[in-house]
C-alpha cells in the first residue's frame, strides 16, 4: 500500500499537480440473507484500488484504477493530472485548501470477534432462527432476515506528508415480517427498517440486539396492522421512537448542515439547503431542548460516522450544530471551510470507496438526550393526546430540505396518558425549523441509541454511505398527522 | 477497446475458474470499463472524476447450493481465491430442492443490439469541459447559474458459465444533466444516448434556462387535485416506482400491487407498456443474470396486465403453484442468489399523439412538471407514491402557462393515475433521476393529488 501511495504521490506531483493525495483501499463486504425459510442471498465481495486527487491550474482532477502495478498507478496519476487541466478551462476562482496538519497515524476500530472468523453456517442458522419465530405467526406471509459485515482497510497519503492508515470493521443485521391479505401489506422490522441496526463493531454487535428474541412480537405486531385503524388526520402531539427520531435528524438536519450543499455544488442532484449562510449563528432551528452534534470521534460511539481521520486526512471531530435550538455550525471540507473564511475543516470528506472522490458527508449527526431521566412510557404517561409513531416506512423531503413527509410501519393512539388503539399507515408532515422548534421533551441518555444508517446517497455518480444518529425518543406538539392519505383517503 | 477485456480474456478466466471449483458448476460476470464524470456547479468545473476498473463475479453451484463472491484480482491466485470463497459460502449452506441447475444456451430473443461507439468511447476530459463550457455559456448569457454533468463510459459485461452459456456486451455511453438557477426560480433538462455525438447539451442547457426563466417569481397555489402535465422525465420516475411489481417472484411473495390482479384491466384503456431491451432507443444488456436472453414481454396491453416477467427460477416457482397458468422464464432475472426474482429495465410505454403544447392548450386549470424529487412509496397496494415537484413547475390558466408556481407535495395512487390519463404524447427516450432511463411519452392526467406545498 506504502509503494502504491509513493508511486501515485511521485507521479501526480512530477506531472505538475500543486497538490495531491491517494487513497489506497482494500475493501471486503459479506451479505447473507434468508427468505421464508431459504437462502435469499449469500456473497463474498473484496475489492481494491487507488484513488488519486490532484489540484492543476487551480483546478480538481481525480482518477482511480484497480490495477496496483507501478505503471498503472503512474498512469492513473498522471490521469488525473489530465482530467484536472481539463476542468481548469471551466475554473472555479479561488480554489484554496484549509490548512491541517500533516499526520502520521494508525487506527483500527474497536472490534471484539473478528466478523469474518464467525462461520457462516452460525449466520445462517441464526437468520434462520428467526425466519422461524417469524413465520411461526399466522398471516405472516413473507419473512425476510439479513446480516452484513464489512471491513475497510485504507491508507490515505497527500503531498503535505500525511501518511494515515486506518481500518474499520462494520455490522449490521435485521429482519421484517410483510403481512398480506385483503389487498392489503403490512410490514414491521427490527430492529430498524431498511436491513436492521449497523455499528462500527465487530461480530458482537449481532448478539447484543436480541433478534430472536424480538422475532414473534414483531411478526404479530405485522400481522395485528390488519385489523388496526387507520391513522386519522388532522394536528395533534406526536412522539417518536428513536429510530424514527434518528432518521428525522438524517433528513432534516444531516443533509441540509452539508456546505457544500449550501454552497451550491450540490444543485443538479442533491439539492441545495434552506440554511443559506446568513443563517449561521442567527436561525433558531429548534426549541431550547434541540442540541445537536456531528461528532465522529469514537467517544461519541460506534457510529457509521465514527473514524479517526476523514478521507482528505483532517482529524474527526466533534461539531455542535445546534445548540439550545440556535444554528451553530455545518459539516465541512478543507475547500468548503476556507470559502466562508473557517481556519480550518471539520472533518467530513468521505468516500464510499477507491474508486469515488470524497464528498461531504454526515459523521455522527446526533441529538442529545435530556438531562432529567424520561422514559417513552414517562412522555406517553405526560401527554393527554396524540400519536406515537415507531419505524420508518417511507421518507421524503424537498432539495432545499423544508418540507418534509414521513411515514412509519406502525402507530398508536394515546388518551389521556395512555397507549391505546393501534393505528396503521401512519405519517406526519411538516415544515423543518416549524417542527424542531415544537420540540418539547426528550427522553434521557439511558434511551438514546446510536442508530446507523447504511444506505445515504449523494453525489454523482451517486456514492452510498453510512452515516450514525443518536437519538432518544421526543415529543413535538402540532404536528400535521396523516397528511400521507389527505385527498386520497385510506 | 477501453472496456480491458474481450470474450476470449473472459472465456480464459472461465477455465481458470472451473479448474479451481473443482466439481462445482461456475458462472462468471465479468465487468470491465472506463468511466468518467465532469461535474459542475457555479459555472464551474468542481468535480471531475475518471475511473478505470475490471471486476470479476464468481457463482458457485454444487447440487441444490449456489452462492457469489467477487474480486478485482484476476490473475490466477486472485481467480482461485475468488472461487474458494464462493465455495465456501455454497458448502455452509442447507440444499435447496427448488434450486435449478446453471442456464442453458438459448438462441437471441430478438435482433443483434450494438451500442458501442469508438468516438464515444475516446471521448477525452478536454471534450467533456468544452461541453461544459457550451452549457455555462448559457448561464452567462441568461444571467443565471449552471449546475450539472457531462459523463461518458466505455464498458464491457460478459456472462459465462459450465454449461456452455457465453453473452457478451460491449456498450458505450454519454449523458448530460443541466440545472439553471435564477434567483428564485430553477429549470432542469437531462438527455443520454449511446453515442456521443446524439447528446445535446447546449440546447438541453437552453431548456433549462427558459424554464427558469419562465417560472421567474412563483406564486403560491393551494393543494388539491389538479389536471397535471408530467413531462417524459416525471412519467419514468414515477413508473419506475410500479415496474417492480411487475417480476413474477414479486407476485408469488405477495409483496406486489399486482397480487390477486394478474388479468385484470386495472389501467386505463390509453396504457400500454412493454418491456422490450432491443428497442432502438433502449439501452442495457440483452440477456439477464443468468444469461438467459431478454423475451420483449407485453406487461400492460390497453390497460389489462398481461404478462410478467420471470427469471428461471420464479417461472419454475410459478408453475409449480400455479399450473394452469404455466408460464417460461422470460430472461429478466437478477444475478443469482438473489430474493427479489427478476424486473422489467426496459420500459417502453406507448406514446400518443398530443404534443406538450396541445396538452396545455387543452388545460383550463392545472400544473406542468419538469420533473420529480425524492419519491418514495407510502402504501404498496394501492402503490401510493409521495414527492416533490422540482426545476420547474407551472401554473396552467385558460389553456396558457401563467407562470411558476411552489414547489408541490403529492401523494398519488400510481393506479388511479394510470386510470386519470387523459392524453398522451408521442413516447421519447427520456432520463430521470429517480429511476432508469425509459421510453415513455408525457402525460395530462386529471385529479393529481398534490397535498402540500413548499416553501419556494
Known sequence: ?490 | MSARFDLDGARRWLREAERAAGSAAVEITVEGGRSELTRFANNAIHQHVGESSLALSVRTQLGQRTARASTHRLDAEGVQAVVARALELTRAQAEDPDLLPMAAPAPAAGAPVSRWDEPTAAVTPAERAAAVAEMVAVAHASGFTAAGTCATHSSAVALLNSSGVEAFYPSTGAEFSVTMLAGNSSGWAKGSAVRWRDLAPQGGAAIAAEKARASADPIEAPPGKYTVILEPAAVLDLLGFLMWDFGGLSVLDQRSCLSDRVGAKLFGENITITDDACHPLQTGMPCDGEGVPRQQVSLVERGTVGNLVFARQSAAQWNKQRPHAAVAATGHGFPLPNEYGEAPLNVVMAGGSTPVEEMIASTQRGILVTRLWYIREVEPYRKMLTGMTRDGTFLIEGGRLKGGVRNFRFNQSMIEMLNQVEALSPAVRASGEESFDMVVPALQVRDFNFTEVTKF
Open chain 1, 1 to 490: 500500500m506504502h509503494d502504491i501511495a509513493g508511486w501515485a504521490l511521485d507521479a501526480a506531483v512530477g506531472s505538475g499537480a500543486a497538490y495531491a493525495d491517494v487513497r489506497v483501499e482494500q475493501l471486503r463486504h459479506r451479505s447473507l440473507a434468508t427468505k421464508n425459510g431459504k437462502l435469499g442471498h449469500a456473497s463474498d465481495n473484496q475489492s481494491q484500488g487507488a484513488g488519486i486527487r490532484v489540484i492543476v491550474d487551480g483546478a480538481w482532477g481525480f482518477a482511480a484504477s484497480d490495477e496496483g502495478s507501478r505503471s498503472a498507478i503512474e498512469a492513473t496519476a498522471r490521469r488525473a493530472v489530465a482530467i484536472a487541466r481539463a476542468s481548469a478551462q471551466v475554473r472555479q476562482h479561488g480554489l484554496r485548501l484549509a490548512p491541517e496538519p500533516a499526520h502520521q497515524a494508525t487506527w483500527v476500530s474497536p472490534c471484539e470477534l473478528d466478523p469474518f472468523s464467525v462461520s457462516i453456517e452460525r449466520c445462517l442458522g441464526l437468520l434462520l432462527e428467526v425466519d422461524r419465530e417469524l413465520r411461526s405467526v399466522a398471516g405472516v406471509t413473507l419473512a425476510e432476515a439479513q446480516m452484513d459485515f464489512q471491513r475497510q482497510h485504507q491508507l490515505f497519503a497527500s503531498s503535505e506528508g500525511s501518511r494515515i492508515e486506518q481500518t474499520r470493521t462494520l455490522s449490521g443485521a435485521g429482519y421484517s415480517a410483510l403481512a398480506f391479505a385483503n389487498g392489503e401489506l403490512q410490514k414491521r422490522s427490527y430492529p430498524n427498517s431498511f436491513g436492521g441496526q449497523y455499528q462500527l463493531k465487530g461480530y458482537e454487535l449481532i448478539p447484543q440486539l436480541r433478534l430472536v428474541e424480538n422475532a414473534r412480537r414483531v411478526g404479530e405486531e405485522a400481522v395485528a396492522l390488519h385489523r388496526a385503524a387507520q391513522c386519522p388526520q388532522g394536528v395533534g402531539t406526536l412522539i417518536l421512537d428513536s429510530s424514527q427520531l434518528g432518521l428525522q435528524i438524517h433528513e432534516s438536519i444531516g443533509h441540509p448542515i452539508e456546505l457544500d450543499r449550501v454552497l451550491g455544488s450540490e444543485a443538479n442532484f442533491a439539492g441545495m439547503s434552506f440554511l443559506t449562510l446568513d443563517q449561521l449563528r442567527r436561525l433558531r432551528y429548534g426549541s431550547a431542548l434541540v442540541n445537536v452534534v456531528a461528532d465522529a470521534r469514537i467517544e461519541h460511539g460506534p457510529g457509521l460516522g465514527t473514524f479517526a481521520f476523514d478521507d482528505e486526512g483532517v482529524a474527526a471531530q466533534r461539531v455542535e450544530i445546534i445548540r439550545a435550538g440556535e444554528f451553530t455550525g455545518y459539516i465541512s471540507s478543507r475547500e468548503t471551510a476556507s470559502a466562508i473564511g473557517e481556519n480550518r475543516s471539520n472533518g467530513c470528506m468521505r468516500a464510499d470507496g477507491w474508486n469515488r472522490l470524497p464528498l461531504i458527508r454526515m459523521t455522527n449527526i446526533s441529538i442529545e438526550a435530556g438531562t432529567a431521566a424520561l422514559s417513552s412510557e414517562d412522555l406517553i404517561a405526560d401527554t393527554d393526546h396524540g400519536y406515537y409513531m415507531e419505524t420508518n416506512r417511507s421518507w421524503s423531503i424537498d432539495d432545499k430540505r423544508f418540507n418534509f413527509q414521513f411515514g412509519t410501519e406502525i402507530g398508536w393512539e394515546i388518551e389521556k396518558g395512555k397507549r391505546t388503539r393501534m393505528l396503521k399507515n401512519p405519517s406526519y408532515s411538516g415544515i423543518t425549523t416549524e417542527f424542531w422548534n415544537s420540540m418539547d421533551a426528550i427522553c434521557s441518555r439511558e434511551h438514546w441509541t446510536l442508530w446507523g444508517t447504511p444506505n445515504c446517497g449523494k453525489g454523482q455518480p451517486q456514492q452510498t454511505m453510512g452515516t450514525g444518529h443518536g437519538a432518544a425518543p421526543a415529543r413535538f406538539r402540532g404536528v400535521k398527522i396523516g397528511t400521507a392519505f389527505a385527498g386520497g383517503g385510506a
